[in-house]
């Protein structure tokens, strides 16, 4: 009686684990090769592309931040145009909540939104008007969230 209620126990034990969802549990960025994260200044806004694997749980998210500087023109009420400060600016992309593969790897594409005129103030006062030119992007921080928690965050110069 006693060998039945043992191997009773370890026969359910074992069915217990095989209905339980597999996770990875190690969501990461791929690193190397051709599917390494990269990231590109394009003028106003940047990009980022490469892919992750191990994704294990229903849901991930990737978001890109990259740091910058603005450089903006500044025009005076009567309308003569000079050089602004540059001025530090921090954007944003992101692949918004995705589900999972079936495969647990997601080759990402990610395009900030073009970059608006810096709310530090680049120009002497609010009368003048404030012209975004360019904005020279340095670094982007990714970071791969599963659900919900950050798995892996790598920072990626860009070019």
Known sequence: MRRMIGTLAGALAVAALAAAPAYADNGHFVTGGGNAAVCTDT???????????????????????????????????AGVLV??????????????????????????????????VPAVPACPNPLWTAKLLNVTFTTATLTLAVEGA??????VDVG
Request: aromatic share 6%; net charge negative; charged share 15%.
């Open 43 to 77: 003028g106003t806004r940047f990009e980022c592309a490469g892919k992750v694997a191990g994704l294990g749980g229903t849901t991930f998210e990737i978001t890109a931040t990259a740091t910058g500087t603005a450089k903006v023109e500044c025009v005076n009420p």
């Open 83 to 116: 050089t602004g400060q540059d001025t530090e600016v921090e954007i944003t992309a992101t692949s918004g909540r995705q589900q999972t593969p079936h495969n647990g790897q997601y080759t990402f594409a990610l395009t900030s939104k073009p970059t608006g």
């Open 150 to 155: 950050t798995a892996e965050e790598i920072t």
